[in-house]
C-alpha cells in the first residue's frame, strides 16, 4: 500500500492549503492516520491524527486553532485544512498510518508534499 500525499505548494503567508492523503488501495483499513512535518534542519514534527472511523482527532501544538484534520470516509481519504499559515509552517508534510491501535507507531508513509509559506 502506497499513501499518496498531494495539496502541497507555495503561498503567501496569512493563505490557506489543503493537503489530502489516499491509500493507494481504498480498502486499507488503518487506526490512525496522521499528518508530519519536517522542515530542513529540524526533526519531524507531529501536526495532527485521526482514527479511522474520523470521530477522534488530534491536534499538535503548532496546529491547535490553524489546521483541522478530517476524512471522507467514501473516498478513504484524510485531509489536513491549513488556514492562517506562517512562514515557519514551511516544511515537507508526510501523512502516514499506522496498522497498529495507538498514535505513536507510524508503519505507512507516503512520499511528502512540499509546503513553502512565503512573507
Known amino acids: 500500500v502506497q499513501l499518496q500525499a498531494s495539496g502541497g505548494g507555495l503561498v503567501q503567508a496569512g493563505g490557506s492549503l489543503r493537503l489530502s492523503c489516499t491509500p493507494s488501495e481504498r480498502t486499507f483499513n488503518y487506526y490512525y492516520m496522521g499528518w508530519f512535518r519536517q522542515a530542513p534542519g529540524k526533526e519531524r514534527e507531529f501536526v495532527a491524527a485521526?482514527?479511522?472511523?474520523?470521530?477522534?482527532?488530534y491536534h499538535g501544538d503548532s496546529a491547535k486553532g490553524r489546521f483541522t484534520i478530517s476524512k471522507d470516509s467514501a473516498k478513504n481519504t484524510v485531509s489536513l485544512q491549513m488556514n492562517s499559515l506562517k512562514p515557519e509552517d514551511t516544511a515537507v508534510y508526510f501523512c502516514?498510518?499506522?496498522?497498529?491501535?495507538?498514535?505513536?507507531?507510524?508503519?505507512?508513509w507516503g512520499q511528502g508534499t512540499q509546503v513553502t509559506v512565503s512573507s
Open positions: 485521526i482514527n479511522w472511523g474520523g470521530r477522534n482527532r
Open positions: 502516514a498510518a499506522s496498522t497498529h491501535n495507538t498514535m505513536v507507531r507510524y508503519d505507512y
